[in-house]
């Protein structure tokens, strides 16, 4: 019965029948996409991942005659693996984003919360200013907190002398989270305007009705601003672990400051110095890979948690 009244359906006059052909112009609109996708992300990928696989085989007495080109398999990646200052380097961002992560979240959610509250007038003036720091280059703001960290220069160090404090802020110990308030500076005003962006989203009759029964702000934040703002909490989030994960500019605009912050001492920063210092690009597209497989695994790690942790809220 089904079948006939499909039949039906389809051989009904006047219902224009359904093109099994996508639309062209659909794809029209998606090739600059596609084209630039493909242009900007695959190919040099695939292009990293084709020269990790190879190596120079020099010739002749000692190495000394003609360099070629030969295959080398998985040796550049087992070089890699086999530097400790290659590992320590991840173990340092990831330090780095178990601490700076969950504090620029914090922040860039409470500047949030809070501009929503304020009025038209003074919340455009306030985000404006927290979002301005956000335009300044990752080099000049490295330059100009540089200025701020080296003694005898920075305004800051001279004030805490006279009250008998001498903070070294770019000491061994210190230097990494000197870097972390780099970028809490930077980027804490533009997770704040993508969260502010989803809480303007939120429907005004929940506000309504949270105060009709009684809900006063700080039960309408963790009980409907929050929640509904999750999907902007999780963008940022991973926004977050991937920039730590290339955290680059502020490491090598800080190392001429302090012995700290080595050649090695950020994934990225190890990968620029064995391209362009030790003449290694093969070795160099190799650390770039494994640095894009670890970026990989923990943003798609992320999202499946929190997808899973949706998943049994939802039950």
């Keep these: 019965m089904s079948t006939t009244i499909s039949r039906t359906r389809k051989s009904a006059p006047g219902v224009p029948r359904r093109s099994a052909r996508p639309d062209r112009a659909a794809w029209g609109f998606l090739f600059p996409f596609v084209a630039l996708f493909l242009f900007t992300f695959v190919l040099p990928l695939g292009y990293a991942v084709y020269q990790s696989l190879l190596t120079p085989v020099r010739s002749g007495p000692l190495g000394l005659g003609r360099a070629t080109i030969g295959f080398a398999g998985l040796d550049n990646y087992g070089l890699a693996l086999q530097q400790s200052a290659f590992l320590e380097s991840f173990a340092r961002v990831l330090l780095f984003g178990v601490v700076q992560i969950p504090v620029m979240l914090l922040l860039s959610t409470a500047l949030a919360l809070a501009l929503d509250t304020l009025s038209h007038r003074w919340a455009g003036i306030l985000r404006a200013a927290y979002f301005l720091p956000y335009g300044v280059p990752g080099v000049i703001a490295s330059i100009l907190w540089g200025f701020l960290y080296v003694p005898g220069v920075s305004p800051i160090t001279d004030l805490l002398g006279r009250v008998g404090l001498a903070p070294d ?107 362009f210092a030790n003449n290694n690009i093969y070795l160099a597209a190799a650390e770039s890979v494994l640095l894009a497989l670890v970026a990989s695994v923990l943003s798609f790690g992320f999202l499946s948690l929190v997808s899973r942790k949706e998943r049994r809220d939802a039950r």
Excluded at 190 to 214: C, H, S, T
Aim: proline share 7%; net charge neutral; charged share 10%.
């Design 169 to 275: 802020f770019l000491g061994y110990d210190t230097a990494l989270w000197s870097i972390a308030n780099i970028v809490i500076w930077e980027f804490a005003g533009y997770n704040m305007l993508v969260i502010v962006a989803q809480l303007k989203a939120i429907p005004q009759e929940l506000y309504e009705a949270a105060r009709i029964d009684g809900a006063g702000a700080w039960q309408t934040a963790m009980r409907i601003k929050l929640p509904l703002a999750r999907p902007a909490l999780v963008l940022t989030g991973v926004f977050s672990i991937i920039g730590t994960l290339q955290l680059f500019a502020e490491p090598l605009v800080i190392k001429p400051l302090t012995p700290a912050v080595t050649n090695s001492y950020t994934p990225n920063l190890s990968a620029y110095n064995e391209a």
